[in-house]
């Protein structure tokens, strides 16, 4: 069998392809042999969008050209043949002409890190072409399948939903949407007129010879690898034959399940059979009886074709299989035989007195599996309410999809009335007892969920019997509006309001005002360039990770010989290799590279194999063989604590204030409690990846790598490869989001990666080596925020005011120490929030357990305590029958108050922020609408909260930190500017924010700067951007250097008043004056050198950042979904440097803190296995998830001395404010339990999953569920 070419088209240009490789998929094609990387790889598993791309075909029997959005990742380049795909480089460049999509995501500020930004822009492009106004419902739709874990999305809803405006606004800043006001600014999303109008004409067009010439799509193909086949028939007679001949080979349609069990599974699958155009598997036919789909109808397709069929249907050698519980028998086993296909699925119309509905809980609204699906039937005796006919058919609930067939039979004959319900859910309970276990576990939740479910169905079908019967009263009574399916959200809208600068501010003076990301046009045109997108050299190798697979074990013998004979592999590495230390040192603790004698985590690194490409690399990798000799494990606080398996030197950490014996003496209440919360990934976009280049002598290397922290990485791959600093330059451009996962993990990741990659650079291989790693290892391997335990015993007067405090608050560390110290720190002196403790003694307790090690995370341990609090705030209120907002106003913070820690408050704006957004959200008639409606409904309930945070900008305990250094040269030709500091650019428009501090010290015009990179070449021994900082650091730096710069000038400008910059810069250049300067900034000692502190103060020159939110959810009791109706939110950012990037740090960390508190929850094998390693398992929010309503407002009048032009840092202080979704969803329970009676007191664990929901709504499902009457094996540790 020869094999054929493979022919395509890439935006309008012709790909023949002689040797098409059947495991090649569309992403890996574009980025690494057409050399167009604007496609991103975010998670290779379908899950995250980052890789979307449009594919076009010409439907010959529609004579219509058909525009998809796919993700590249999963797309096989032998399924193209004949197609055209359409990149983000294709529509439109910064060099030519930008695509107004592009346009309109930079301008509306819908990029921060701008790796997702490419799949947005193909989503929405996408939808463009195929319906070029579409509404915007259609326009939320389309990004389903997107993720994007900076912004909170808004700014690129609200951006794109500009195509579907009637008469696009060319008011400008006179829209009448803005608010006449000399002060006040409202960020519009998109000014139309602004934007070259979308023209369709100008789209490339599809290429004509996939339109005339019929031979692609007709001819068998054939395409062949070293391990795998591709076959491609044209008849159903020929696919048949093949099935026969090859019977294990799978059938291929849209391989997002084959290209997930290759990948991840790691199935090697010989034979690939691609049905996709076999004409009878295209056929859709309409009988009397119903409508026969054929096998590979695409579900957008079949969607079509069902909305068609209902509007046109005025009533409602093959065999038949029948999809109930024979077809689907066991994990993997079909009624298929191995030489059959599935043809086509018949699905029957309904009948007079026959109903049929379905539904499906999730964990996230969109693009996630179904943690239980049903669907029902029932068929009624002509003219009666009498069961006649009854199906019951659930998915997930155990291996296969599965029917309730007692249940069903014993409805038949019975009268639908409401003694049903509780007949069926007693008879469910029976019918699941002979199930075995679905996957997944969380049985109780799922039980209580398919009662639910029938609960619905039943009261849905009872309306449609009163429509039906004529009944005037079709309604259900209010208090059970089951109608509805789930809960519905309208399309999502908002408000941002910040302070204008004042009309007199100078034009070219860029300070507060909201300038567009530096660079959003190069996000959304695909040219910003990220570490993997840098172009292959010559000889460059690949790297991959060889990780243990035990979570605690002695290693008795690595075996490595198998691996290193595979194809195109160069060397393996492991501690014997490392020239220098294996040791990597975190601020003072140290931790091996390389797990050398014992591994303590599953997923710990032990050697990397290094080979021509990625794929064999990775093949190598999976290929070592080790032996290992188990060791007991701990994964759990519970088990740390009874182990006491603690890190010992850091163990306790302590903050004690009062006289905490006497408090609670004085106390008139004493409550104890406890609360849990779970871990985090940080998810950022773009995954570690570092490359490694030689320079060729005195053991020079150059390394490009992601990292939040350049000079610690120099560090350790200096120390590992035994050379001098000065050797080794780091280099970062950008990153693909950071959140604290690329600060000392990174330098794990990077000394990995560059340590190998450096190894093997200088003294084995010469030659440039690059590592990057897939979405699983990186999830893995690189730990993320703590899960913790929080304890207490309080003591409260009568009124609700804290008398005492006693909490310890336990971290689970993981398997290094890493930065858990300083976290746990963080995390006792953020404890109080905003309250007011006189007598309080807090313990952090550091548990050493065999999970990977947790680290650095948006917020630094400070939303856990802060939970804890506002917990015991919650149990307070509760307990003395006060509402919680009036507890938290009684202990609030006022000016000059200390915290625990010393800290005195100084310009406190707690309270203005909270009075402001009890204004802005009409808190107290918001409270009286939802008692109205909570009294309105049983199965729905609504709740609100309301809760302020104060954040601390410093780095606590290592005083050594807070300097920043910047080096700002000017060009004399030109006079253009070249700025560099020691942040790194993370998305958090950092760069742009300097060029703004710039432009107001050397009174320049932001054109006139640029910012290339940050280097340890330029400014050496930088702080790790982190600890929202990097603003204030590097913007005083920058700002020093500056003034040094002006004040070498202003001779110059002096003696020639009237003349341009560029005179000015060429006059002192003549005069040998030098053009370049470093800038230096390091946080004062004290902010008041007069000032006498009292016993125990702290004198820093530390401030707060203050903001409040208050947000509205609604539950539905029944399944656990719930909906943020309206979240709003003022913040404290002093004056901002930008506001549009303040408000989008707001936005980013309110949707990533939801993320934490509802629906983000890792899960673990109880081997210690992360098996929430992807998106398709780890569910980020998604357009779905945000606030319904938002409304972001930066603080007036507000200023901070401390601080570069009086701003604030903001990218971690908001993001606890969105706890107020975690304790409105608590109300909101509260509400529901009291309708079965429950009052009082309740534990409400981190997340608020739909599951802990459900089961905390306590009712007559949740009973006959409960673990009590069903046991079941854990499946995961909840560590
Ligand atoms: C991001 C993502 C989200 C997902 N979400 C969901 C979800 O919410 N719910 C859900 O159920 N699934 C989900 N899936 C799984 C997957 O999409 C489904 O299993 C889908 O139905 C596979 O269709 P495909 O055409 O892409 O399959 P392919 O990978 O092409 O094939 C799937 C399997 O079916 C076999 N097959 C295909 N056609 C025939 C035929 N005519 N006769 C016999 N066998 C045939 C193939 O051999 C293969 O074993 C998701 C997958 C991804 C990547
Ligand atoms: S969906 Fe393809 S990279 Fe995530
Ligand atoms: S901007 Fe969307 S992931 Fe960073």
């Not at 490789?21 to 574009?30: F, R, S």
């Amino acid at each position: 069998m020869d094999a054929d070419e493979l022919v395509f088209f890439v935006n309008g240009k012709k790909i023949i392809e002689k040797n098409a490789d059947p495991e090649t998929t569309l992403l890996q094609y574009l980025r690494k042999i057409l050399r167009l990387p604007g496609t991103k790889l975010g998670c290779g598993e379908g899950g995250c969008g980052a890789c979307t791309v449009m594919i076009s075909k010409y439907d010959q029997e529609r004579d219509k050209i058909c525009h998809y959005a796919s993700n590249a990742c999963l797309v096989p380049i032998c399924s193209l043949h004949g197609l055209a795909v359409t990149t983000v480089e294709g529509i439109g460049s910064t060099k030519t002409r930008l695509h107004p999509v592009q346009e309109i995501i930079a301008k509306s500020h819908g990029t921060q890190c701008g790796f997702c930004t490419p799949g947005m822009v193909m989503s929405m492009y996408t939808l463009l072409r195929n319906k070029p106004k579409p509404t915007e419902e259609e326009v939320e739709n389309i990004f389903q399948g997107n993720l994007c874990r900076c912004t909170g999305y808004r700014p690129i809803l609200e951006g794109f939903k500009t195509f579907s405006k009637d008469e696009p606004c060319c008011m400008g800043s006179k829209c009448c949407k803005i608010q006449p006001s000399n002060e006040e600014h409202f960020l519009d999303a998109a000014e139309p007129c602004d934007f070259l109008p979308a023209d369709t004409t100008q789209e490339p067009i599809f290429p004509p010879e996939l339109k005339i010439s019929n031979g692609f799509g007709t001819k068998f193909l054939t395409f062949k690898s070293e391990r795998v086949t591709w076959l491609r028939p044209v008849f159903l007679k020929d696919l048949l034959k093949l099935k026969s001949k090859y019977p294990s080979a799978r059938i291929v349609i849209g391989n997002t399940a084959v290209g997930l069990d290759t990948k991840y599974r790691k199935a090697h699958v010989q034979v690939m059979i691609a049905a996709t155009h076999v004409p009878e598997l295209h056929e859709v036919a309409v009988a009397d009886t119903g409508i026969h789909i054929g096998g590979a109808v695409t579900l957008a397709r079949l969607g079509e074709i069902l909305t068609e069929t209902i509007k046109n249907t005025t009533e409602g050698g093959q065999r038949n299989a029948f999809l109930d519980n024979t077809f689907y028998t066991r994990r993997g086993n079909w009624n298929i035989k191995s030489d059959e296909i599935v043809l086509s699925v018949f699905i029957p119309f309904s009948k007079k007195n026959e109903f049929v509905f379905g539904y499906k809980k999730a964990q996230r609204r969109e693009n996630a599996t179904a943690i239980v699906n049903a669907g029902m039937r029932v068929l009624f005796e002509d003219g009666d309410n009498i069961i006649k006919e009854m199906q019951i058919a659930f998915g997930s609930m155990s291996e296969t999809s599965s029917l309730a067939i007692t249940t069903a039979r014993r409805c038949v004959g019975r009268k639908w009335e409401d003694q049903l319900t509780s007949d069926v859910v007693q008879w469910l309970a029976e019918d699941f007892h002979s199930l075995p276990e679905g996957i997944g576990g969380q049985m109780p939740y799922k039980r209580a969920l398919a009662c639910s479910f029938f609960f619905k169905f039943f009261h849905r079908v009872k309306l449609e019997l009163r429509k039906q019967s004529g009944m005037e009263d079709a309604t259900v009574p209010p208090r059970h509006t089951l109608t509805l399916p789930s809960l519905t959200r309208s399309i999502s809208r908002g408000t941002q309001v910040f302070e204008e600068v004042s009309p007199d501010q100078p034009k070219h003076d860029a300070v507060g005002r909201p300038l567009q990301h530096r660079a959003s046009l190069q996000h959304a045109t695909g040219e910003a360039q990220y570490c993997d997108d840098m172009p292959l050299i010559d000889g460059e190798l690949h790297l991959a990770l060889v990780t243990s697979t035990r979570a605690h074990a002695k290693i008795l013998s690595i075996d490595t010989r198998e691996a290193l004979a595979l194809p195109g592999v160069e060397a393996f590495f492991g501690h014997e290799d490392v020239p220098g230390s294996n040791v990597k040192r975190v601020l003072t603790v140290g931790e091996e590279i390389f797990a050398s004698k014992e591994v303590t985590c599953y997923g710990q690194v032990i050697g990397a194999m290094v080979a021509d490409t990625k794929t064999h690399a990775q093949r190598a990798a999976k290929a070592v063989k080790i032996e290992y000799e188990d060791l007991p494990t701990v994964f759990t606080i519970e088990e740390a604590i009874v182990e006491e398996s603690y890190y010992p030197h850091e163990a306790k950490a302590l903050i004690k204030s009062g006289d905490v014996e006497r408090g609670f003496e004085q106390a008139d209440h004493i409550l104890e409690g406890e609360i849990k919360g779970g871990g985090q990934e940080h998810f950022y976009l773009e995954t570690h990846v570092a490359r490694a280049v030689p320079r060729g002598e005195d053991g020079e290397i150059e390394i490009f790598c992601s990292t939040q922290s350049p000079s610690k990485s120099q560090a350790n791959v200096a120390r590992a490869l035994g050379l001098p600093m000065n050797r080794v330059c780091i280099r970062t451009k950008r990153l693909g989001g950071g959140f604290g996962g690329k600060e000392t993990r990174s330098t794990l990741c990077s000394v990995m990666s560059c340590h190998h990659v450096a190894y093997a650079v200088l003294h084995r291989l010469n030659r440039p080596v690059r590592g990057m790693l897939d979405r699983d290892e990186d999830m893995l391997i690189s730990g993320g925020r703590h899960p913790f335990l929080g304890k207490y015993k309080v003591g409260i007067d009568s009124v609700g005011r804290f008398k005492a405090l006693d909490a310890t608050v336990y971290l689970n560390a993981g398997n290094t120490s890493d930065l858990s110290p300083e976290v746990v720190s963080v995390s006792l002196y953020s404890f109080d929030n905003c309250y007011h403790i006189p007598n309080i003694v807090l313990t952090g307790v550091l548990c050493k357990t065999n999970l990977p090690s947790n680290t650095a995370f948006r917020g630094f341990g400070a939303p856990q305590s802060m939970l804890v609090m506002e917990n015991i705030i919650e149990d307070v209120a509760v307990s003395l029958n006060i509402p919680s907002h009036k507890v938290r106003e009684i202990n609030m913070y006022n000016e000059n108050d200390l915290t625990p820690k010393g800290i005195r408050l100084i310009n406190c704006a707690i309270d203005r922020c909270w009075n402001e957004v009890i204004q802005q959200s009409e808190f107290f008639q918001r409270k009286e609408d939802i008692a109205k409606f909570n009294r309105d409904n049983r199965w729905k309930k609504r709740g609100v909260s309301l809760i302020p945070t104060k954040f601390l900008i410093s780095y606590y305990n290592e005083r050594f930190l807070e300097q920043g250094a910047a080096l700002v040269h000017v060009y004399q030709e030109d006079g253009s500017v070249l700025i560099t500091h020691g942040g790194v650019e993370m998305g958090q428009g950092l760069h742009t924010k300097m060029i703004q501090v710039a432009s107001r010290a050397l009174q320049l015009p932001v054109h006139k700067f640029h910012i290339n990179e940050t280097t340890t070449s330029t400014v050496p021994n930088t702080t790790a951007t982190a600890a929202s900082t990097g603003s204030d650091l590097n913007g005083m730096a920058v700002l020093n250097a500056c003034k040094t710069l002006r004040h070498r000038l202003e001779p110059y400008i002096a003696g020639n008043p009237g003349g341009s910059w560029e005179d000015w810069v060429k006059a002192a250049y003549m005069d040998r004056i030098s053009l370049s300067a470093t800038g230096y900034y390091k946080v004062p000692d004290t902010w008041d050198d007069s000032y006498v502190p009292v016993e125990g103060e702290q004198t820093t020159q530390r401030y707060f950042t203050y903001g409040a939110a208050c947000s509205v959810v609604e539950i539905d009791c029944l399944t656990g979904d719930h909906v943020v109706l309206r979240t709003d939110i003022v913040m404290d950012v002093g004056r901002s440097l930008n506001p549009a990037i303040d408000i989008g740090q707001i936005e980013g960390a309110f949707a990533q803190g939801y993320g934490l508190f509802t629906i983000e929850q890792l899960r673990y094998s109880s081997e210690g296995r992360l098996i929430t390693n992807g998106p398709n398992t780890y569910k980020i929010p998604g357009y779905g998830n945000i606030p319904v309503e938002f409304n972001v407002s930066l603080l007036k009048g507000a200023s901070n001395p401390k601080a570069v032009y009086s701003s604030k840092g903001i990218g971690e202080p908001p993001f606890f404010l969105a706890s107020s979704v975690f304790f409105a969803i608590k109300d909101a329970i509260s509400s529901a339990r009291a309708e079965s009676g429950l009052k009082g007191r309740f534990r409400l664990d981190s997340p608020a999953t739909a599951e802990r929901i459900r089961m905390a709504c306590e009712d007559q499902f949740t009973c006959q569920c409960s673990p009590s009457t069903h046991h079941t094996r854990p499946r995961f540790i909840d560590v």
